[in-house]
DNA sequence: CTATTAACCTATCGGATTAGTAGGTTATAA
DNA sequence: TTATAACCTACTAATCCGATAGGTTAATAG
């Protein structure tokens, strides 16, 4: 657990009653991290939690994770073609990881399967694209506080390893 | 420019050929940052370069950051409701801080008009949703990896105001 | 008093994406 | 040869984004 209380990062007393009215009839849109990246991310923790080398099928992580079989059949194969997964076919077969998971970055597992980490195109390490917009970047006021956010983002990214996060507790 | 070579962050040969594979026909969708969020920043900064309390209007706004007006109209009006903007109707009218641009922190800014700052609702603080999927959020291998990029996102945001991101250059 | 201005309000819409579902084919092992 | 599990292709309902259209209300200038 994190302690945060204190820290004058979260005191937005000022608009809080805004929050609260809002927050009703407030659905969760802003899901920027899927379905497909979360799955992806719960099966290779789990798939890195057996140990062994051996294959895991998509129907035992399915159950055990509560993610439908057929969409997560589509997940794993993704993550077979980038890299990060074997797979063996017919009784006994599976999927299972090629790499150490200490060596799996989850930058890399996020930009296989969700894209960017950057919150727009224009501060965007590996998918750069120019706003339409915007005559300079330099004057812009939204592209120097991106930058901050996508590099911070990208420290913890890149500090987690599949290993970190499939520690078990 | 912020020099990042040699941090180890951004090194990813592995998946280099992969990235570049996809690049060719990757179109940038994780729009995180909604256009209206990204305008309604800009809208404000404009607003606080001026210095002055004098209203401005949509039109130069709309003209001057290339954004349409009638769109940036609903913006506007929903951060005067928000409690970030006064208005002012007729010849001479617009809109102009209520709030010094040093007491406007981004967080609320974009908890406003974006919603959640997290990436799953089920590490957001003000609009905390419980997982479907999730039995246990101890046993969650993503959600303390959201977490920790929440926390380090909701730094650097609480850490600039308005008054920063719209510094003359 | 009247015209102009600019904020304010309501409704609608095409295009794109997400999170699947359906129904099959191929390769491997017992 | 049969069961298994990965692999492949196509489709879809729901949702959201970024607008556009067309008006109403309130304040100012003449």
Redo the contacts with the bound molecule.
């Keep these: 657990m994190v302690i945060l209380a204190g820290t004058g990062l979260f005191d937005f007393s000022v608009e809080n009653s805004i929050m609260n009215a809002k927050k009703s009839n407030f659905?969760y849109?802003?899901?920027m991290l899927?379905?497909?990246?979360?799955?992806g991310i719960k099966a290779l923790a789990f798939i890195a939690k057996r140990g062994d080398k051996k294959?895991?099928?998509?129907?035992?992580i399915s159950k055990s994770e509560n993610?439908?079989?057929?969409?997560l059949?589509?997940i794993?194969?993704e993550l077979?073609?980038s890299g990060f997964?074997?797979?063996?076919?017919?009784?006994?077969?599976?999927?299972y990881l090629i790499k150490e998971p200490e060596d799996i970055l989850m930058t890399s597992v996020i930009r296989v399967l969700?894209?960017p980490i950057a919150m727009v195109p224009c501060v965007s390490l590996n998918y750069y694209e120019k706003c339409d917009?915007c005559p300079s970047e330099e004057a812009c006021s939204v592209h120097s506080l991106m930058i901050q956010v996508r590099d911070s983002t990208l420290k913890v990214l890149g500090d987690n390893t599949l290993a970190d996060i499939s520690a078990k507790k």
């Design positions: 659905k849109i802003r899901n899927s379905k497909k990246t979360k799955y294959p895991v099928q998509t129907s035992e993610i439908s079989q057929k969409f059949e589509s794993l194969l077979r073609k997964l074997g797979s063996k076919k017919g009784k006994g077969g599976g999927y969700e894209g917009d």
